[in-house]
Structure formats: structure tokens, C-alpha cells
């Protein structure tokens, strides 16, 4: 996951460069994935969210993500610690899911980053969605 909206971009210079009311304050444990079926402008923060019987997004607490490196290295990256479960899907029918979010609220909110999957995940009535641990990577470069 590659992209930062918009959003989180104007967010950080203003946090970095002013500390002003148009910053947000420390994310911390509102962190929440999310899943989409389709994405239209990734830097907007536009997506088609899932909407399969029984989706929530999913909550990922501070403690739960490892940073990985140093100020003198060009990548920095944020990764999941542990598997992130999303709900079995409950209708029947199917849902094609491409792409995954990172927003800072349970519902709406503000979306900050927006990735595709490697492969397409198509799921069907029981299915559940699942991120292994330390395959969500958040990349800055």
C-alpha cells in the first residue's frame, strides 16, 4: 500500500509544518481497515467500500503495528503484527474485493491510505477476509 490520500498528505505538512487546528491529532488506536470492491481517484480517497452481510471495518490498535526503519534509511513502513479478521461474509450471492483502506473512523471518517490487493479476492455466504500478519504494508518514501 502505496498511496496516501490527499487528505493525509495536507494533514502531515500542516501537522509537521504549522500544528495548527487542520492537523489531526495523534491517531493512536482509531485506526480502522477497510475493505473496497472498486477505487476511482486512490489520492481522493474514493473508493466503493464492501458491503457484504456482516462487513465491519476493522479496528488496529497503536500497539498492534511494527515500524520498520531508520531516519538515514529512504522507506519507512508500518505493518500489521497480527492477522486482521474481518467478519465471515453472512448473504448469500458473491463479493469481489480489490482493494484495501486505512481510514480513522468505524464508519465515514477520513480515509489515509488506499492499496490494491496482489490478486482479487472473490468471497461467497461464510467466506472470511483475512490479512495475515505483517502482509499489510504501509510504505513512505
Known amino acids: 500500500m502505496t498511496a496516501a ?3 493525509l498528505e495536507r494533514r502531515i505538512l500542516h501537522y509537521i509544518f504549522k500544528n495548527n487546528s487542520l492537523s489531526f491529532s495523534s491517531p ?6 477497510g475493505l473496497a470492491t472498486a477505487v476511482s481517484d486512490a489520492e481522493a480517497g474514493s473508493v466503493t467500500e464492501a458491503s457484504f452481510g456482516g462487513y465491519s ?3 488496529v490498535a497503536a500497539a498492534s503495528w511494527t ?3 531508520a ?3 529512504d522507506t519507512q513502513t508500518a505493518k500489521n503484527t497480527n492477522a486482521i479478521d474481518f467478519p465471515a461474509k453472512t448473504d448469500s450471492g458473491t463479493q469481489t474485493i480489490t482493494h484495501v483502506f486505512i481510514v480513522d473512523a468505524s464508519s465515514s471518517g477520513n ?5 490494491a490487493l496482489d490478486a482479487t479476492k472473490t468471497l461467497a455466504e ?3 477476509f483475512r490479512i ?3 502482509n499489510l504494508s504501509i510504505e513512505l518514501r
Open 71 to 73: 531516519d538515514s534509511t
Open 28 to 33: 493512536g488506536d482509531s485506526i480502522y481497515v
Open 5 to 7: 490520500t490527499n487528505y
Open 57 to 59: 471495518r476493522q479496528q
Open 126 to 128: 461464510g467466506d472470511i
Open 111 to 115: 480515509i489515509l491510505f488506499v492499496g
Open 132 to 134: 495475515n500478519a505483517t
Open 67 to 69: 515500524t520498520i526503519g
